[in-house]
């Protein structure tokens, strides 16, 4: 239930509604779409990379002197979780065709592939196999399948909205993919939204010029992770699992290449190691980083581990400038502050507006210019609705949908949101939600190349750890398809690469190594990465917790 | 400030104020007092536990965070998910780590669409009681019992529409005396509906074989060799769907 105070202007919204209504009606934008000016204009001056401290310089590494995120140089400037000198690499714990660090989205859809090209492989993941960003997306996943698209066209929708760095040979692989992963899933099993004679059904997103989202009402990605997953655990003389086994170090062999890794067991504190031919990264993001302090859309485990484990092992990252804060997170009630309300509000016709009613942006602009747009609305405007504990939003105004498509559509396109806020008395078919931009996607990443490839032999990275595919900004429903796209791709590539390889002994002198160049750069801290786990334990818990040494696993 | 929260503050976590409002939980048994208005998750948090298993997607996705409860002065069991559950007072709660549940191993390519594939594969389904204590479980409010009966008639459609929003967190199963792991199920009926029965698309294959002929690769190499005002002046030109 929205507090009292806010009525005055949940009443603006309703009283603006009929003539915002009719607005859409008339087909034309609702609001002018900005220029590349007023874009570049509005992401400088309100979007949170481009405060002063938003990024530094990394000192040390294959990026060394580039500047990068703060929270994502910290990181990288950490001492790892092991001393590799207690390490024997003789004789592995396991050894297996290829190695697959994260079991999400790509991890997945990467193990099926391998698989299904005769290849073993184990899959160490940190939480639950399928605890990841992809199990959360609503929304859902950009493909150019309908006649008025092409994938090209979809080319340009995702390169112009990844402000045109993206590296064109990955932006065609998703694009070009794209129709032929919507039927690899749907072989699988993942039930499309269509209409009774089997059209696709299909919406806007931000930044589309073309209807071209698939879902699966708004629990796409879980719909089609789930399917995965059940694959996945209909291979088990395939495909190994391992849960609450994350992998901590990348191993080398003797000629450089990526030979797999070392695995921690998060219960027992065990270490493990992996002897594989081929290793595949797909660790995810890092919204659990909350970076510049913001709340998050993401899974528990989103700490970037993938990010340092490869750049340690010498791994060039791509685009680290650069994060994604999702243009419309909830901001009231308190409880569920950073939930991601999907973009497919707006592209169902959902629209934002100040406390007053009025719309001020476009609504579905990329995600940087939108969210931009709302911070300005809220912070210079002050045309923002302030939450009882101070925050600022915008709503969300989900009732015009009802009105624009039909009556019930919300609760059957959106179960998800509209359960959600129900918990809370907020009943989105009729009334607006409050909204403010919240972390949402790490851009960059490990550079690959098509066939999800880094400079390090033997590795492979596939999904948001990677970089290069959606240049500095992402488009809604891209990350689905890339995960899907590019976990195929990295799990063909992989069993291809491993026909030729003979290792060598392995090593972790590379961690070492790294150690060495931390303190050859001066550089003095106590951070340790992978971080794992974010910790949310209060100061005063934390002040009460003065354990002076560790006697095995008790603390 | 322009931007996120103070870095310490936490999403699911309520803000820690002095003024605010306590209860008293019982978290595995042990009390805690935490703020009113914090949700289970946000409530073990606040007690100082590291949640390593009992946390996932923390949004209502990924059924990670799966709890029982008991209420003072009420004998029933409760259950819900902890990232989106509100703390009562007095309420006595613990998480399920994991959960025990039979898997069919199939070959998805080789099960028929009807009743056979329940018979085959789960056929415990078969000795559902119609008690309805999946439904009442169900912390998403699906009619799981429902579910079970469409899947004994052989109704995977009916199955695939009422375990939709399946999230997978295992409390009709751990309740279900016929015990039955009815989210299996509902998943095996979503995926014989998604491949076998919902209606194709015929402009998707026409599609994918366009791409297999190679019919956008011109245009791609166009774009692929612009420079970035050339893509710019292409990428502002362009029109738009309604």
Known sequence: MYPEYMHPSLKKVEQTRNKRFELAKSGKPVFPPMSAEERDTVLHKFHPDYKSDARRKVHIGPNKGEVITSEVADILESHSRIDPSLFDLSSPDYETDILIIGGGGAGCAAAITAMQEGSKSVVSTKLRLGDANSMMSQGGMQAATSVTDTPTRHYLDAIGGGHFDNKPELVRALTEDGPEIVKWLENLGVVWDKDDEGNLQLLHG?????????????????????????????????????????????????????????????????????????????????????????????????????????????????????????????????????????????????????????????????????????????????????????????????????MLQEEGYINKQFPAMHRQFIHYGIDITKEPMLVYPSLHYQNGGIEINDKCETNLPGLFVAGEASGGVHGRNRLMGNSVLDYNVFGRRAGLNAAAYIKSVKLGPLSLQHVSDYEKALKDAKIKTNRIAPVLLPSYTPENVRKRQLTSHYEGTLR | MTEGKKKTTVKTSPKEKNTEEMVTVFIMGKAHKVPSKATIMGAIEYAGYQIKRGAGCREGFCGACATVYRLPGDYKIYTGLACTTLVEEGMWLSQLPALPAQKAIYDINKVKPDVTAFQKFYPEVFRCVSCNTCTKSCPQDLEVMDYVQAAIRGDIGKVMDLSFDCICCGMCAIRCPAEIVQFNVGLLAKRLY?????????????????????????????????????????????????
């Open chain 1, 206 to 402: 931000g930044g589309t010029s073309r209807r071209r989202m698939h879902s699966c009402r708004d629990y796409t990605g879980a719909v089609i992770l789930r399917t995965l997953m059940d694959e996945v655990r209909n291979h088990p003389d395939k495909i190994t699992y391992l849960e609450f086994m994350p992998t901590v170090e990348l191993i080398l062999d003797s000629k450089g290449r990526v030979a797999g890794g070392i695995l921690y067991n998060m219960e027992t504190e065990e270490y493990f190691t992996v002897k594989a031919n081929a290793t595949i990264i797909a660790t995810g993001g890092y919204g659990r980083l909350h970076i510049r302090g913001f709340d998050t859309t993401n899974h528990y485990g989103a700490t970037a581990d993938g990010l340092i484990m490869a750049y340690r092992a010498g791994a060039r990252l791509l685009y680290m400038d650069s994060v994604q804060y999702h243009p419309t997170g909830a901001v009231f009630p308190e409880q569920i502050a950073g939930f991601l309300i999907t973009e497919k509000i707006r592209g169902a016709g959902g629209q934002p507006v100040n406390k007053e009613g009025e719309l001020f942006v476009f609504p579905r602009e990329p995600r940087d210019v939108e969210s931009s747009a709302i911070i300005r609305e809220c912070y210079e405007k002050m045309m923002g609705i302030k939450t009882p504990s101070g925050r600022l939003g915008v709503w969300l105004d989900s009732p015009l949908i009802e």
């Open chain 2, 194 to 242: 998604g491949k076998y029965l919902n209606p194709k698309s015929k402009q998707l294959d026409k599609r994918i074989k366009e791409i297999r002929d190679k019919k956008y690769h011109k245009g791609y190499l166009e774009l692929m060799k612009m420079d970035k005002k050339k893509l710019e002046k292409e990428y502002y030109a362009r029109d738009s769907e309604a």
